[in-house]
Nanobody, 123 residues
Framework: QVQLVESGGGLVQAGGSLRLSCTASGDILSIISMGWFRQAPGKQRDMVANIFNRGSTNYANSVKGRFTISRDNAKNTVYLQMNSLKPEDTAVYYC?????????????????WGRGTQVTVSS
């Protein structure tokens, strides 16, 4: 069974930094993309950043210049370095991966999600 496990969330003051990590495990054949979404209370889940297997990246406008996404393909791990954090960055951050796995005995491509990690930025 494919699992995504996040770590690195916590409480930080405005202007501070945090680094999130997410590792995918299971019977994975290939990973197309990995990324981060976030959801604040009462709001929809929005894309923060993603990175494709050849290294191309996308960022939400609100985090450009402050957040950096990177990936270690050998470890099936994606990182999100978050600098100059603002109170409006407070949310639950979810790891996402589009990947092909062999869990069911055949190759299947789908979207997978982690359980989320809380990031709280105090003013």
């Amino acid at each position: 069974q494919v699992q995504l496990v996040e770590s690195g969330g916590g409480l930080v003051q405005a202007g501070g930094s945090l680094r999130l990590s997410c590792t995918a495990s299971g019977d994975i054949l290939s990973i197309i993309s990995m990324g981060w979404f976030r959801q604040a209370p009462g709001k929809q889940r929005d894309m923060v950043a993603n990175i494709f297997n050849r290294g191309s990246t996308n960022y939400a406008n609100s985090v450009k210049g402050r957040f950096t996404i990177s990936r270690d393909n050998a470890k099936n791990t994606v990182y999100l370095q978050m600098n100059s954090l603002k109170p409006e960055d407070t949310a639950v951050y979810y790891c996402n991966a589009e990947l092909t796995d062999f869990t069911r005995g055949y190759a299947r491509t789908g979207d997978y999600w982690g359980r989320g990690t809380q990031v709280t930025v105090s003013s």
